[in-house]
């Protein structure tokens, strides 16, 4: 019975260490390609009412309680929520708004983890040619980073965060696509 409790122990040792010597700090990233022109894009992401029509992380609680406060788009627009624990509470503010090219938010999560993210969503316009039916389309990055604490990094050897947020960020631009090119 000792044998396999130091066995354990060992094990948890190794765990936490291995733990500790991932990055500090996280990043997620996914794009796609939009057959629609930025401008036509952006007011999707720079209002938040807008955005969260087509934010997998809302849609994945239908009871989540949402509140808006300051510019209806733009920096200073904030949204908070509160939802179950898949979703959790928190708030999203708009720090940076460079129609039609770029919205940058500071996202503070309360619950199930407090942590604060920088996500940025960059919109790339691209020429497209003579037989497409717009002149215009647009390759657009979300992305998300931030400091990993500890807990973090242990949950990243345990679930592959990557494919989890990045998942999300997926379906989220496929939502986005069908809006902006409809």
Not at 68 to 89: D, I, L, M, Q, R
Not at 111 to 130: I, S, W, Y
């Amino acid at each position: 019975m000792f044998i396999v409790i130091a066995i354990a122990f060992a094990a948890l040792v190794a765990l936490l260490l291995y733990a500790a010597t991932k990055p500090d700090t996280c990043q997620f990233a996914r794009s796609i390609h939009i057959a629609a022109p930025p401008e036509r894009i952006f007011p999707l992401i720079d209002d938040l009412r807008a955005m969260n029509a087509w934010n997998p992380f809302v849609k994945a609680d239908p009871n989540i309680r949402l509140a808006y406060s300051g510019p209806a788009s733009g920096v200073g627009a904030v949204n908070t929520f509160e939802g179950s624990g898949k979703v959790g509470a928190g708030e999203a503010e708009i720090i940076e708004s460079v129609a039609p090219a770029k919205v940058v938010m500071a996202l503070r999560m309360d619950r199930p983890m407090k942590c604060r993210n920088r996500v940025e969503f960059t919109l790339a316009p691209r020429p497209n040619g003579a037989d497409v039916s717009t002149d215009v389309s647009t390759d657009v990055t979300w992305a998300m980073s931030g400091a990993q604490p500890f807990f973090g990094k242990l949950m990243s050897i345990l679930i592959n965060t990557d494919k989890m947020v990045g998942g999300a960020f997926e379906a989220g631009l496929a939502e986005l696509k069908a809006r902006a090119e409809a």
